[in-house]
């Protein structure tokens, strides 16, 4: 390791490479801060040349390493273990091109997402998906994990405005995965690498598509007395085909929490939930679209604002993008799930998501993208209590399961990570997941690249245990 | 070896032998059953057997020419509609079933599906070879309607991916591998599909002119959100732009004040795959749109160019359009891919239009999805030195 480490330095220098313990601290987890663990080495690389000296080092002297972006990711996805090298991406911040004519850009990952829409704003576009960590979160994670976010439901995910992607593979070698225009020949190699939460190589640089600023949004606010007749709302609405650009979901707890806090937008607290949709397209043609979504609120018991102005527009979000720091208040610690349900289940999971809080004791509370069916139901917890520890993960293999049950997945778009890795086999059987594992080996048979995420070892595999967890990786202080 | 005795039993026929890629096939597994199915994958595989798969043909001509073929799969009794959810605007489908009995499936509810191939051909061929007609402008390519898809692999191994909910990163997007993969990696058996709001209105229209004002008026209409299909039909004669509208009412109307002197032509076919002896994709930026398309018109061939979807077909009467494309490509982004084209003319060029990176990589994923080489052997390019 020590020849390992010296190599590192040579590659990027000493001051962008940690070795000391009080460094790599920083670096024990990701936003998933209940699974631990302490790398080799990280090192901060800031170029493509640098990233696949690095990646070869590592492969000359069998070392694992895992890339990282912010360290924003909720399910473990940057987690490293004993002997592993982060690579960090986040120098790797440059926009490189802005094609305005082509609505394109060639960025880096390090690129924090919200900074490519500030960036291209000026031009009227933007970058479409915008998960709620934007203003932290890069691209390059963005890109491991499929990422969404609120305007989803219209827009797509990140796989759907990714063309061609700059990629280090996990044997060092540099390689174009598509072209500029997105049409390629051949298998969809950029299709099998977003959202492969880095067990396949590295992205170094990507073109992304953009998109227009719309010609006219309205953002609307309905009001209701309970979770579900909200969901029972957007059920008619997805029913109907109408598309808004943004199905949100704030239940009643969520409220408090963030009416107490500095996120504080103006909600009545004895809402049972609060409904943000927004419409965007050709100006004549929304106003038509308002009168439909208040229709279908009205029908269950739902009372709708139209947001006057920006500000008006910037503080019904507020409700729903400073929903997570508000959880800050209510305990140390935050769980949030991710899985994904059909629309028309919403209200019955809904109800049945609350019950298992209630009869685990435990506060949880609901943000999330109903457009989608993605639900995030949160669990506010002491990490330093174990019996309480004990419930939460209990509670929230029982979601899982009931999600699945109901015709759903997992996770819509935190990844499966080191996290619900154990719960695959919830969704998949072992023959779907030796067929990953293909993918998997194809890229990297040495299985060096983010090694422990996303699959199960074969021991749980065959298994197929859905009470598996791997509690033992859980960090008790 | 003698196919007649080793591949017996369930699906197998056997047949005066029929031309496949310039092989003589007198062998066809027609599984009814994805149980079936994997059977006969098994047994073809266990006796270092090759198949090529074959839903109605209709796209079967693109990638490079199989090095092998043994058995014809044929999905043509894998049909049928498992489901159809109106409150989730999705629909499973077994890989057979045409996009015809689809379609009829879905008319008269406020779903339509948002693949733009012809009524004749089938769900496991449009999503195996990945066509891209007209509509997926409006519809994205076929990649982005698919949810979750059950495989059969080369083995007989049933497997399925993804799943039947709108947005999922559970796992590999192993879906978007097998889609376009021309049935190299694995059989899809069924497909669920995210379907779309069916518009309340459209509205074709078409313009004639110059060439280059055609593209000046074609490139921000393509833009607009209510065109749902557009492209550029061009030849040495005359240069047409063809644009459809759809969305409600105020979003069409918008749409056609862009348009005041189209005229009233429902002539969204002509952006629809002809017959042609050579074809090939070049992919470019709608900037490039019209210097690739004069260099492939100058060469004799007929184009249609769809900037919203980045890529231009050219249509030539013989051979002599691969050295077309080879000028063409550097006018646009990325390599051409020939569509169609006579076998003899295809053996032995790049017609994939991939690099030598890609196709190391294609070898790297065919040797772990199909070690045994059981599935278009060749296909992929994948043998080529």
């Known amino acids: 390791m020590s020849e390992l480490k010296a190599g590192l330095e040579e590659i990027v220098g000493r001051e962008r490479c940690l070795t000391r313990a009080a460094n790599l601290f920083v670096y024990e987890c990701d936003g998933l801060t209940l699974h631990r663990g302490t790398p080799a080495a990280v090192v901060f690389p800031e170029s493509t040349a640098e990233v696949q000296a690095v990646v070869r080092a590592c492969r000359a002297h069998n070392a694992p390493f895992v890339p990282r972006g912010a360290g924003t990711g909720l399910s473990g996805g940057a987690l490293a273990s004993e002997g592993t090298v982060v690579i960090e991406c986040s120098r790797m911040n440059r926009i490189r091109e802005v094609d305005v004519a082509n609505r394109i850009a060639i960025v880096e990952p390090g690129l924090v997402n919200a900074d490519l829409s500030s960036a291209v704003a000026k031009h009227g576009l933007l970058y479409a998906p915008d998960p709620s960590s934007q203003l932290a979160c890069t691209i390059g994670g963005n890109i491991a994990e499929n990422a969404g976010g609120p305007h989803t439901l219209k827009y797509g995910t990140t796989t759907n405005h990714v063309l061609a992607l700059e990629w280090v593979l996990p044997d060092g070698d540099v390689v174009e995965l598509g072209n500029r225009a997105g049409v390629s020949g051949g298998l969809d190699l950029v299709g099998a690498a977003v959202g492969s939460e880095g067990t396949l190589g590295i992205v170094t640089a990507a073109t992304l598509r953009l998109e227009a600023i719309p010609e006219r949004v309205e953002t609307l606010l309905a009001i209701f007395p309970d979770v579900v007749r909200a969901c029972s709302a957007v059920a008619d609405i997805i029913e109907s085909g109408l598309v808004p650009a943004t199905l949100e979901i704030v239940d009643r707890r969520t409220i408090e929490a963030v009416e107490a806090s500095v996120y504080a937008a103006g909600l009545p607290t004895d809402a049972g939930a609060v409904l943000i949709a927004e419409l965007d397209g050709v100006a004549t043609a929304i106003d038509a679209e308002i009168e439909r979504v208040r229709a279908f609120a009205e029908r269950h018991e739902g009372r709708v604002e139209v947001a006057r102005d920006a500000e008006e527009r910037q503080r019904f979000w507020r409700a729903r993008k400073g929903a997570f720091g508000a959880m800050g208040r209510l305990a140390p610690d935050l769980y949030v799930h991710d899985a994904v349900v059909p629309r028309s289940t919403l209200p019955e999971v809904l109800e049945r998501v609350c019950a298992i809080g209630d009869e685990y004791g435990l506060t949880l509370s609901n943000v999330f993208h109903a457009g989608d069916g993605n639900l995030h139901p949160n669990i506010s917890f002491d ?15 029982a979601i899982l399961s009931f999600c699945v049950e109901k ?13 619900k890795r ?13 067929a990953m594992r293909r993918l998997r080996l194809a890229f990297d048979p040495d299985e060096r690249c983010n090694p422990g995420k996303l699959l199960p070892t074969p021991r749980f595999c065959a298994e197929a245990n859905p009470h598996a967890r791997g509690y033992d990786k859980v960090n008790f202080e | 070896m003698n196919t007649t005795v080793a591949l017996s039993g ?14 003589a096939v007198a062998t066809t597994l027609r599984p009814r059953s994805a149980k079936t199915l994997a059977a006969g994958l098994d047994r073809i595989s266990a006796h270092g057997l090759a198949a090529v798969v074959r839903g109605a043909g209709r796209h079967s001509a693109v990638g490079v020419p199989v090095a092998r073929a043994d058995v014809l799969l044929s999905t043509e009794l894998l049909c049928g509609i498992e ?17 015809g009995a689809l379609r009829a499936e879905l008319a008269g509810s406020n779903w339509e599906l948002p693949l733009a191939a012809e009524d004749a051909a089938t769900v496991g061929g449009v999503l195996a070879s990945g066509w891209l007609g007209a509509r997926a402008h409006g519809y994205g390519p076929p990649r982005d309607c698919v949810l979750g898809l059950d495989v059969v692999l080369s083995g007989g191994e049933r497997t399925r991916c993804g799943g039947r909910v709108v947005k999922n990163v559970t796992g590999y997007d192993l879906a978007k591998l097998y889609v376009g ?77 862009l348009l005041p002197r189209g005229s009233n032509v429902a002539a969204l076919d002509a952006l629809d795959a002809r017959a042609s002896r050579v074809r090939i ?24 160019a769809f900037p919203g979807l980045r890529f231009v077909y050219a249509d030539f009467a013989d051979a002599s359009g691969f050295a077309a494309a080879e000028s063409a490509s550097a006018l646009g982004s990325g390599r051409w891919r020939c569509e169609e084209a006579p076998l003899a003319e295809k053996r032995g060029r790049n017609v994939l239009g991939v690099s030598d990176s890609e196709v190391k990589l294609f070898r790297a994923l065919k040797a772990r999805f199909d070690p045994a080489a059981t599935l278009a052997p060749g296909r992929l390019g994948e043998v080529l030195s």
């Open chain 2, 181 to 257: 993969s021309f049935g190299t990696l694995g059989v899809i058996e069924k497909a669920w599909l995210r379907l779309r709001p069916v518009p309340p209105q459209t509205e074709v229209r078409s313009f004639i002119g110059d060439r280059s004002e055609v593209f000046a008026r074609m490139l921000p209409l393509s833009r607009h959100v209510s065109v749902r299909a557009c492209g550029v039909v061009a030849s040495r004669e005359v240069t047409r732009g063809i644009v459809e509208f759809a969305g409600d009412d105020a979003t069409v109307a918008a749409g056609l004040a």
């Open chain 1, 383 to 397: 990490r330093r209590d174990p019996d309480e520890l004990r419930r939460v993960l209990a509670a929230g293999e």
């Open chain 1, 422 to 434: 154990d719960f695959m086999g919830l969704v998949f059987s072992d023959a779907d997941l030796e």
């Open chain 2, 83 to 99: 489901s159809f959810e109106p409150a989730e605007g999705i629909c499973q489908v077994r890989a057979g079933t045409s996009l």
């Open chain 2, 10 to 23: 369930d699906g197998f026929e056997h047949h005066d032998p029929v031309d496949v890629e310039g092989f």
């Open chain 2, 281 to 304: 994709r070049q992919p470019a930026l709608p900037s490039e749109h019209r210097a690739v398309t004069e260099a492939l018109v100058a060469c004799g061939g007929d184009v249609i």
């Open chain 1, 407 to 419: 015709g759903g997945v997992i996770t819509g778009e935190h990844g499966i990570g080191s996290e």
